[in-house]
Structures are given as structure tokens and as C-alpha cells.
């Protein structure tokens, strides 16, 4: 009987795993074990039993690792696009209508709560993963603080070369709640995030952050503690800030109003039909967009 086995509570006892129950043997030994098989509670339990099948059961196992690829898939769409964990809800509804003939589609389900899991438990570590495997080589710290009234986090980035697209990317590597955003606390949370996940914080060449005087501070900022650690340590600034104080200082030095030679530009092509036949041969229509498209 597959369902009989030992009691933690000695030899004496039994207990049921079909039914959940505990009783003794210790007068009728197998006796007891065939009247607790005639109980009313052991019957109700075998009947359900015979009568269920595992979920296993219902999917072929190469249907059952497809429908858990497409799952898989849904979920890294949805977080890539910011979608809502919702819309799940909804696509799962939607599949089935739109692919009848499709296994995968049958038994694709998908909604907000599984979305969510399968980000947070399954897609979030192994990205965090394959992001620490490549900060083997020297990289750049990227860190801002969130304003929320609530809980403010802090958003760590890291700039790294990626091996596998041959290029410079950015990834995202931790976010961590320092709601006494002092100098001195961004820069320990940096450090544990950076520990967590098994960094070396010897291998960081370059620091980037916004003016703020809780990251620029001379004397007692996040980069003046950082630096206190790793004097060679490059100061990037803010790569964002840098391009737009650059453009901005570019427009003023030019001889014309930058912004009104676009609208003007722009108006000419996206009312005289001739005009913006001839910018569409010329090759680019990128430029008929609305400027709401931009």
C-alpha cells in the first residue's frame, strides 16, 4: 500500500497519505490498517483520487516545454514593452480565439499573477545572471535616486562591453531602497548591491551620476567616498546632462532660430501634397512624421 508509512511518532502509529489521517496499530497491527481502509474518510479519499489526474498527465512533454517557452516568451514581452500584467489576462482569452487549431494556444495561460511570477522568479535572476557573467571585465557604474514620497529607491546601472554584440550597453543591475538618501548610505548601498551579486568594485573604471551635491560633493558626496577607495576611479559625469548642455550651448551659437527653420521646414512638406512627393523620392519620410511621433 502505497499510501501506508511510518509515523514520526514510532512504530506504533501509521499514517495515511491518501487521506491525511493518523491512527494506531498497535492492537490489530495490519488489522488496524485494513479497517482504517474501510473508513468512510479513506473511501471519500480513494474515490477522489481515481477520479483526478496530475496536470502533468493532460500535456505531451514536448507540447508541455512549448507551452512553457511561449509562457516564458509572453512575459519578457510584456516587460520589455511595459505593458500591463493585465493585458496577460486578456492574451490568454485572446490566443485561444485567434489560434483554434493551436496546442500551444490550448493550453497557454498566461494571465497577470503567473506574468508576474515568471518575470520576478524565473526572467529577472537569469538576466541578472548573464549580466554578472560579463562584469568579469572592467566596467562603469551608472546611479541615480528616485524622488518617490514614499520609498526612494536607488537605480544602479552598469555600462560594460558585451561580448556577444560586440558593442557598449547599458544593463540594469540592482534597485535598492535607501530612504535616507545621505552620501554615505547611497555609497553602502552601492557596495552591498555590487556584493550581492558577486562583483569586484576594484574593476569599476568610470562613475556617472547626475550634479547633485549628494553624488558630486567635493568633500562628502557619493564620489568623493568611492574615490576615497579607488583614486583612479574616472569621473563621466552624466552622460545625459553632458549631450543636452552640448546641444543647447551648440544652438545658441548658431546664426539662425533652430526651432522655427523646423516648423517652417515642417510646414512646407506636410501641407503641399508636390513637396512631400518629392521628399519621398528623395528618400526620406521619416521626416513627414507628426512632431507629437518624435
Known amino acids: 500500500m502505497l499510501w501506508y508509512k511510518k509515523y514520526f511518532l514510532g512504530d506504533t502509529f501509521a499514517h495515511c497519505s491518501l487521506c491525511g489521517s493518523d491512527f494506531s496499530i498497535t ?5 488496524d490498517v485494513t479497517t482504517h481502509v474501510k473508513g468512510k474518510k479513506h473511501k471519500q479519499a480513494a474515490g477522489a483520487a481515481s477520479s483526478s489526474q496530475s496536470v502533468t498527465s493532460f500535456f505531451r ?7 512553457i517557452e511561449a509562457e516564458a516568451m509572453w512575459s519578457l514581452f510584456t516587460a520589455k514593452h511595459n505593458l500591463s500584467f493585465l493585458s496577460g489576462d486578456h492574451a490568454t482569452k485572446l490566443f485561444k480565439t485567434m489560434f483554434p487549431d493551436s496546442e500551444i494556444a490550448k493550453y497557454f495561460g498566461c494571465g497577470h499573477t503567473k506574468t508576474a511570477a515568471i518575470i520576478k522568479e524565473a526572467l529577472s535572476p537569469y538576466f541578472q545572471e548573464k549580466t554578472t557573467q560579463t562584469l568579469s571585465n572592467p566596467f562603469s557604474i551608472m546611479l541615480d535616486e528616485s524622488n518617490d514620497k514614499i520609498d526612494k529607491s536607488c537605480i544602479i546601472l552598469v555600462r ?3 561580448p556577444e554584440r560586440g558593442n557598449v550597453s547599458t544593463r540594469f543591475l540592482d534597485m535598492p531602497i535607501v530612504n535616507n538618501g545621505t552620501a554615505q548610505n547611497i555609497y553602502l548601498a552601492l557596495k552591498e548591491s555590487l556584493r550581492k551579486f558577486g562583483l569586484d568594485f576594484s574593476k569599476a573604471v568610470s562613475f556617472m551620476s547626475d550634479t547633485a551635491s549628494v553624488m558630486k560633493g567635493c568633500r562628502s558626496g557619493v564620489q568623493k567616498l568611492i574615490k576615497d577607495e579607488m583614486p583612479y576611479l574616472y569621473d563621466a559625469g552624466c552622460i545625459c546632462h553632458i549631450a543636452d548642455l552640448s546641444i543647447k550651448a551648440g544652438i545658441g551659437t548658431l546664426p539662425v532660430d533652430i526651432d522655427q527653420l523646423f516648423i517652417d521646414i ?11 512627393k518629392s521628399l519621398l523620392i528623395f528618400g526620406a519620410p521619416y521626416l513627414l512624421r507628426s512632431p507629437k511621433q518624435f
Open 266 to 276: 515642417f510646414i512646407i512638406f506636410i501641407i503641399q501634397a508636390r513637396e512631400t
Open 61 to 67: 512533454p514536448q507540447l508541455r516545454q512549448n507551452v
Open 27 to 31: 492492537h490489530g497491527g495490519k488489522n
Open 160 to 162: 560594460l562591453l558585451d
